[in-house]
């Protein structure tokens, strides 16, 4: 079974400070996920990346970067938390786009 | 018009009562197709793939009609522990999943 670990489940941050969220995957898939889910806009891809060291935006990357420096670890960056960031993030892996999503269990991050 | 769409419910049944939900996406190109659940503040589980012709699991069936493009999930037999929200998912075979809104069920006594 393919395991996705985000490292926090809850946290909460001030106002602009630098937030980092881990994610691992333990199946060694090429493709990994960072995704928003908020109520009434649904889930909203932050960015994607396909291999070590690539990545894509995706619709909504503005006040968040990534790091991939090793096929198993997604990053997601916060650079300087704002309050319209508090959010449920969730990352995702797959090995092949035919492929149903696998989904860690989250972080609810509050960013007051 | 949204790449997907779901119906947000929310569908109140009795135990025992069967409910289906569907879900219509927009490009006629997209090539895979997936049900999630998805428990209040958790991540979603992919409770099944769907297939061209049609697939069951258990009391859940999923079907893909590629001519009117919509999926559907057919819940028979309704247990208080099916109260979730449905997700319908489509990925158009590139590295664009699109998400429905999700469709929130709610299974009485």
């Known amino acids: 079974d393919v395991k996705v670990t985000q490292s926090s489940r809850y946290l909460v941050k001030r106002t602009g400070e630098k937030v980092f969220l881990e994610c691992v995957q333990d199946m060694d898939h090429e493709n990994m996920f960072w995704y928003r889910q908020d109520p009434g806009l649904g889930l909203r891809l932050i960015y994607f990346s396909y291999d070590v060291k690539m990545k894509e935006k995706g619709d909504i990357p503005e006040g968040y970067s990534v790091s991939r420096e090793k096929k198993e670890r997604f990053s997601l960056i916060l650079e300087s938390a704002s309050t319209n960031q508090t959010s449920m993030y969730l990352c995702?892996?797959?090995?092949?786009?035919?492929?149903?999503?696998?989904f860690g269990n989250g972080t609810r991050l509050t960013v007051t | 018009r949204k790449e997907v769409e779901q119906d947000p419910g929310p569908f109140n049944v009795p135990e025992g009562a069967t409910v289906a939900f569907n879900c219509t996406y927009s490009n006629s190109a997209s090539q895979s197709f997936f049900w999630y659940r998805q428990d209040c503040r958790k991540e979603p589980k992919l409770l099944m793939s769907v297939y061209s012709s049609g697939n069951e699991d258990g009391r859940f069936t999923a079907q893909l009609n590629r001519a009117s493009q919509y999926i559907s999930l057919l819940i028979r037999d309704s247990k208080l522990s099916d109260s979730a929200t449905y997700l319908c998912v489509v990925n158009d075979n590139f590295n664009k999943f699109y998400f429905g809104s999700g469709t929130k069920l709610n299974v009485k006594p």
């Open positions: 995702a892996s797959i090995r092949e786009f035919d492929s149903p999503l696998h």
